[in-house]
């Protein structure tokens, strides 16, 4: 028999490889698109730069042969893998495709998707996982758990060394749902669920009926589990939520992130000066002076959604990207619970990892009082903050604009966590409880023992204020650096990020923390 030709091998590559493309064929396409997503391979041109992705694996193929899997074509066994740019920068991809066997994850797929993830890893370069999929291929039984077992087990091998990235646009089912939560952001679609165990498992093993958005939609996921950090409404908003936060990313952890050079003003800005209002027990938005202290008020908010008495997220000042965290006084007094002090020492903790200085904001009463709160373990959880910050090398610098009463000032980064620079406005009550708390406790036997006991008590109260509901006392002990006018905060931040731009602190060595879980 005489052997192909060249050109009949071409023709047959072609044919092979337009096969591929085709995902799970026509009609799936044609549906999946119909639902209002993207396919998986639409996901990635969005999302990288045009030209740039190089595809690896396209002809991998799976092996199972039982459960009428025989023969059974599988397109890229269901996941579409390589390297790309995104903004120039060298990103690997990974994207499952639901149109062939609902994008279920096989031995083939998930060495596929952990193969991408080691290029990431040899090459200092962020992981994107864009997910849909029915989750572990049923067909392959223990073959497609232990193809899982190794994307979990390399999540964690880039996990502080690599930006790690998901994307949930479609289901992420079963055990499945654990590799996103290994990565450091989950950005979930409005057409997409998250869940261990779906609705009717939980109606049969627990009697609850709850409806797939009930139980794991976007907003399920974010106000009341924390699981995600952005929603995006479709598969394109959620491309440009992923390329935003990339560009405060550094791509690994030996770099800083980039800067973005330009003209920027230090100005005094007077109407921060007029942003606290005079009555203590008065909210106010602290994301207004964000907006006013970072570069052209661009302020990437993470987890908005989720325990909004904490605001964190991403800026740059003078182009250089910093990790905000502050105090919410417009939301339950800007009180530290058990969400928000998760929320922020994971965000911290992410900061710290990749060279990321911090900016912190201080307006806090205090912990959270209450039952629930002690018994679902604000002890345990309100240290991860203090464990953050004091395990936190990247420069540290903290703005007490209003309360910082106690434990809470602490966990707000307070000098003796080893703040670089703490500044304080002179609207700022540094003191260890609330002077209403306070005169109680030192004044108990004159307020008790006084015929107009009201009276006395508020004079008790004003008398405790003065002496340290201010931020002299703390600046006279060295705790607070500076007491600055609000106006020229955003100076006074932009020049210690740059005069700490090249701290390094060393650390006893360890195998690691212990960070309470
Ligand atoms: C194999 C699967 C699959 C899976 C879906 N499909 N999930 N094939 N393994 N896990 C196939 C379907 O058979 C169907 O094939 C096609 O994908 C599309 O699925 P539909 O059900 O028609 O789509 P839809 O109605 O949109 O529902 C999507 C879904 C549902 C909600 C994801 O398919 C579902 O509930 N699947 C099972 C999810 C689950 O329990 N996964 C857990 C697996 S065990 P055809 O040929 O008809 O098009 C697990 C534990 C492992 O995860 C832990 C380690 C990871």
């Known amino acids: 028999m005489p052997m192909k030709s060249m050109d009949l091998r071409i023709a047959e590559l072609r044919r092979k490889r337009e096969q591929i493309f085709n995902g799970g064929g026509a009609d799936k396409l044609e549906k999946h698109r119909a639902s209002g997503k993207l396919t998986a391979r639409e996901r990635i041109s969005a999302l990288v730069d045009p030209g740039s992705f190089l595809e690896t694996g396209c002809f991998a193929q799976h092996r199972a042969t039982m459960f009428g899997m025989a023969g059974k074509e599988a397109p890229a066994d269901g996941v579409v893998t390589g390297s790309a740019a995104i903004g120039g920068r060298l990103v690997h991809v990974a994207s499952q495709d639901f149109t062939v066997l609902g994008g279920s994850a096989g031995e083939l797929h998930s060495h596929k998707v952990s193969d991408v993830m080691l290029q990431s890893l040899k090459t200092g370069s962020p992981f994107i996982f864009i997910n849909d999929s029915g989750g572990a291929r049923v067909q392959e039984g223990i073959d497609s758990l232990s193809g899982y077992g190794l994307v979990f087990y390399t999540n964690v091998m880039l996990s502080g060394v690599v930006p790690q990235i998901s994307l949930i646009c479609g289901p992420c089912a079963g055990g499945a749902a654990y590799s996103p939560a290994l990565t450091d952001f989950i950005i979930q679609t409005r057409k997409a669920h998250m869940f261990i165990t779906g609705p009717n498992v939980i109606k049969q093993v627990t009697g609850e009926n709850v409806t797939m958005d009930e139980l794991g939609g976007p907003d399920a996921h974010m106000a009341r589990s924390g699981v995600i950090h952005f929603i995006a409404e479709d598969d394109r908003q959620a491309v440009l939520i992923c390329q935003k936060l990339l560009s405060f990313l550094p791509s690994n952890n030996l770099e800083d992130p980039p800067e973005a050079p330009g003209n920027y003003h230090c100005d005094p800005d007077p109407e921060l000066n007029g942003i606290v209002p005079a009555d203590g027990k008065k909210g106010y938005d602290v994301r207004e002076v964000i907006f006013r202290i970072v570069d052209n008020a661009d302020f990437l908010e993470v987890q908005a959604g989720h ?211």
Not at 332 to 346: C, E, H, M, N, T
Not at 364 to 386: D, S, T, W
Not at 452 to 480: C, H, S, W
């Open 307 to 517: 325990a909004p008495n904490l605001v964190i997220g991403f800026a740059r000042i003078y182009g250089r990207a910093v990790g905000v965290i502050g105090n919410q006084p417009s939301v339950q007094a800007g009180v530290l619970d058990i969400d928000a002090s998760s929320k922020g020492a994971r965000f911290i903790r992410f900061c710290n990892a990749f060279n990321i200085p911090l900016v912190t904001l201080v307006d806090v009463p205090g912990f959270l009082p209450g039952v629930a709160q002690e018994h679902n373990g604000i002890i345990r959880h309100g240290a991860k903050m203090l464990f953050a910050y004091s395990a936190a090398t990247v420069p540290k610098i903290t703005v007490v604009l209003r309360k910082a009463y106690g434990g809470a000032y602490l966990a707000m980064c307070g000098k003796d966590l080893g703040a670089d620079r703490v500044y304080a406005w002179p609207t700022a009550e540094i003191a260890v409880m609330g002077a209403e708390g306070a005169a109680e406790i030192v004044f108990k036997k004159e307020i008790s023992e006084a015929v107009d006991k009201t009276k006395k008590r508020q004079e008790m109260i004003e008398k405790y204020r003065e002496v340290f509901a201010n931020p002299y006392v703390a600046a006279g002990r060295r705790l607070v650096d500076d007491i600055i006018e609000p106006a020229e905060t955003r100076k006074y931040i932009a020049q210690s990020l740059e005069y700490l731009h090249t701290k390094r602190e060393l650390r006893p060595g360890k195998k690691h923390g212990l960070i309470p879980l």
